[in-house]
């Protein structure tokens, strides 16, 4: 069955760095979309960034505009999220989530992934 299994998480200071990574096993094929979102204790989950993995192209919300970055490895069996210039308001769990269907609509939407990962802490201090 497919896994999702998150890495990387942990406590920075305002102004450092992470970076996430997401291990896909027991698909029988590469993903059609894969994408991180972060969710706080009393708040929906909401997307992060997003790419296709086909084309390779990736999406941003706003807030994160030019200090994250998602990434697939060559084999795409490995998502990853470089985030830079951490600000404490980015302190949430970061899941990773996969899907399979060739489908239309948003990719910020959390019901278009039928894959979800466990989640990886990530805390940001002032």
């Known amino acids: 069955r497919v896994q999702l299994v998150e890495s990387g998480g942990g406590s920075v200071q305002a102004g450092g760095s992470l970076r996430l990574s997401c291990s896909v096993s027991?698909?029988?094929?590469?993903?059609?979309?894969m994408a991180w979102f972060r969710q706080v204790p009393g708040k929906e989950r909401e997307a992060v960034a997003t790419?296709?993995?086909?084309?390779?192209?990736?999406y941003y919300v706003d807030s994160v505009k030019g200090r994250f970055t998602i990434s697939q490895d060559n084999a795409k069996n490995t998502l990853f999220l470089q985030m830079n210039s951490l600000k404490p308001e980015d302190t949430a769990m970061y899941y990773c989530?996969?899907?399979?269907?060739?489908?239309?609509?948003?990719?910020?939407?959390?019901?278009?992934?039928?894959?979800w990962g466990q989640g990886t802490q990530v805390t940001v201090s002032s």
């Open positions: 790419i296709y993995t086909g084309s390779g192209n990736a």
């Open positions: 989530a996969a899907d399979w269907r060739v489908l239309g609509g948003s990719s910020y939407q959390v019901a278009r992934y039928g894959y």
């Open positions: 027991g698909a029988p094929s590469s993903s059609h979309l």
